[in-house]
């Protein structure tokens, strides 16, 4: 159990994390099935969007149909696989490194510390998904028998975003958000915000949409476009960072430049900036 106080509704925490504790729900569980939660909700906002949005879709919905090699129902099925284990492993996570005395002092943590820990988990959980991610595709076992999987979404949508091969989705996304939250040093209450927030992005870079007005896409480089690049033919071996910053893919060489141009029949379209030809 998650010791109670005074503290638990402060400024740096006021989203009523304290309320949903009184009524028994740790921070650890809440850790662990927030993101779920999110996931679903934020995807489903996109669905809703989707049909109302033709000018900003980065394809129609007949290539989304046409060039698409798994049914939506399989998807639904692999990121339900996918979320189980990470549920699995996130319980495990805080149950050997969580205590009462933690959680109790990582409430009070400043707002500069917690900046601290935010941004050293984005950084681990980039730079461990990027060497990863460009391995999965230049090791012909490994693509063919696990990433593939990911990249039979040619026309990426919003819930198809965790959809991956289970193994994949346990190396990739369970094991490096474990490793962001150990070595940042977060707490399991950060963790929700954290996890959270990852959760919202990663769904963001697969929407297939492409909105005026829309944050995580002005502010981050790696968005939607980005990454949409990167589920073509053309962009297959580049683009590799994900979810937040482009760093890996400019320092090492496998950054892509793009443009978007309109469709004549309405929407948009990434086009590589530079010759892929050999790719």
């Known amino acids: 159990m998650v010791a109670k106080s005074n503290h638990t509704k402060n400024l740096i925490f006021p989203f009523g994390v304290g309320e949903i504790m009184d009524l028994g729900i740790s921070d650890e569980m809440l ?6 939660i999110v996931y679903w909700i934020y995807s489903g906002i996109y669905v809703v969007l989707g049909p109302f949005c033709k000018n900003y879709r980065l394809h129609s919905k007949q290539e989304e149909d046409e060039k698409n090699l798994v049914s939506k129902g399989a998807v639904v099925r692999g990121v339900i696989v996918q979320q189980i284990v990470q549920a699995v492993v996130a319980i495990l996570l805080f149950a050997v490194t969580g205590s009462d005395n933690q959680n109790t002092t990582s409430q009070n943590a400043s707002l500069l510390v917690l900046a601290r820990q935010f941004v050293t988990a984005m950084l ?4 461990y ?3 990863l991610h460009r391995y999965m595709h230049h090791n012909k076992f490994l693509y063919k028998h696990l990433h593939s999987q990911h990249h039979r979404l040619i026309a990426p949508y919003s819930f198809g975003a965790l959809y991956n091969h289970p193994v ?3 190396l990739q996304d369970t094991v490096g958000g474990a490793l962001s939250f150990l070595i940042s040093g977060m707490s399991p209450r950060t963790s929700i915000f954290f996890f959270s927030f990852a959760t919202i992005k990663t769904v963001d870079d697969h ?7 829309n944050l995580l896409q002005i502010l981050f480089k ?3 476009a980005y990454h949409d690049v990167h589920h073509q033919l053309y962009g297959n071996k580049y683009n590799f960072s994900q979810p937040f910053f482009v760093m890996w893919d400019r ?3 496998t950054y892509m430049p793009y443009k978007l141009e309109e469709r004549a029949d ?6 590589p900036c530079k010759d892929s030809k050999d790719n």
């Open 31 to 36: 850790g662990t099935f927030a993101p779920i």
């Open 124 to 127: 681990v959980m980039d730079t």
């Open 129 to 131: 998904q990027y060497f």
């Open 168 to 170: 994949e989705g346990l």
């Open 207 to 213: 929407c297939g949409l492409w909105l005026p007005g």
């Open 222 to 224: 790696n968005n939607s």
């Open 251 to 253: 320092i090492l060489g």
């Open 266 to 271: 309405g929407g948009l379209e990434t086009r």
